[in-house]
């Protein structure tokens, strides 16, 4: 079956369905990573998005339900160059195919990916319209014009828990994989719990969830709503803030959660909790032109000079001449130097632009979990 994707400028690809038929409109972008297409599409920052894969091979691996980040799929079409029809790999549960139909995400394949990624690096991030439907180039064109974006849209409450709960509370889901252990009773044992932390969902992954257990953290899972008074009646030890979609100048609710927070508890923040700390701090951030998006990007960190590569997948970057004098820039991105990281100077709270759970991507950044808890013991 023809399909169909036209940006808002009028740049059209025409290739090959696969997933789910219809037609889907949403902001267009896309992401380095070389593996990881299963947590891309689970991953909830990416609600609202239709996500191209610069990655010409897809679907090698087939879909099994251990690696996903959320309960389903959030993207709105996915874009690939060539889909494999027969996924190799023991661990595969279905094809990248009947995911996509079982979830009504339409795809497309056999287009130029190349192309398309070096026109968005050239043109910008613009919206898109994905259709497998008998539709013209103009009237496709139109319906990603007049189609939302990202810009000014609050996502978050369509991705946020709608409740409370403990993540993991019998330690089932935590315990790190290995191929040598699997999933039986030969995994390695889980730490005792040492701290408490109030986790806010703005969109989380499960691998935060998973680190923050490994590291010694027990979780409460809060929806974004929810107020620094219901937040502090958990009595936790830190607060924590995670990824999510969306602008986040659209949240004003969780800036001033977060001011209401500031010197309470130690609290750390990643991307979207990054960027609303900037908020609370009496920051701003602004739209980046194509993204970062992938796990192969450098950031160096300004106190120890030590580069990390690490996995990103935001459309914002905090403007650090917004950011007041007794707030640091302690981390950027060595390919366009836009903020990656931000401490106080006197409270104790830290914040990173990045992944570090690497879900997909390299594990570089892995030990602010542990930072985190050494901040709450000192701060103990």
Known sequence: MRALLALEDGKFF?????GAAGTRVGEICFN???????????DPSYRGQIVTMTYPLIGNYGINSLDQESHEPHVRGFVIEE??????????????????????????????TRALTRHLRTRGAMK????????????????????????????????????????????KLSRPWSIQNGNGDN????????????????????NILRLLRQKGFGVTVVPASTT???????????????NGPGDPAALPYAHQTLRDLMGKKPIFGICLGHQILAFAFGGSTFKLK?????????????????????????????????????????????NDNTVEGMRHKELPIFSVQYHPEAAP??????????????LIEKKG
């Open 14 to 18: 025409e290739g090959e369905s696969f």
């Open 32 to 42: 380095t990573a070389m593996t990881g297409y299963q947590e891309v599409l689970t």
């Open 83 to 112: 889909l494999s029809e027969a996924p190799s790999n023991w661990r595969s549960e279905m094809s990248l195919d009947d995911y996509l139909k079982k979830y009504d995400i339409p795809g497309i394949q056999g287009i130029d």
């Open 128 to 171: 898109a319209c994905l259709t497998t439907e008998q539709m013209s180039i103009a009237q496709a064109v139109q319906r990603a014009a007049e189609g939302e974006g990202v810009i000014g849209m609050d996502y978050v409450k369509e991705v946020s828990t709608p409740k409370i709960y403990q993540w993991d509370p019998e330690d």
């Open 187 to 206: 995994k390695p044992k889980l730490p005792p719990i040492r701290f408490r932390v109030v986790a806010y969902d703005y969109g989380i992954k499960q």
């Open 228 to 242: 620094a008074e219901q937040a502090l009646a958990q009595n936790p030890d830190g607060i924590f803030l995670s």
């Open 290 to 334: 194509f993204g970062h998006r992938g796990a192969n990007q450098p950031v160096k960190d300004l106190k120890s000079g030590k580069v990390a590569i690490t996995a990103q997948n935001h459309g914002f970057a905090v403007d650090p001449q917004s950011l007041p004098t007794n707030v640091e820039v302690s981390h950027i991105n060595l």
């Open 361 to 374: 991507g390299p594990h570089d950044a892995s030990y602010f979990f542990s930072q985190f808890a050494e």
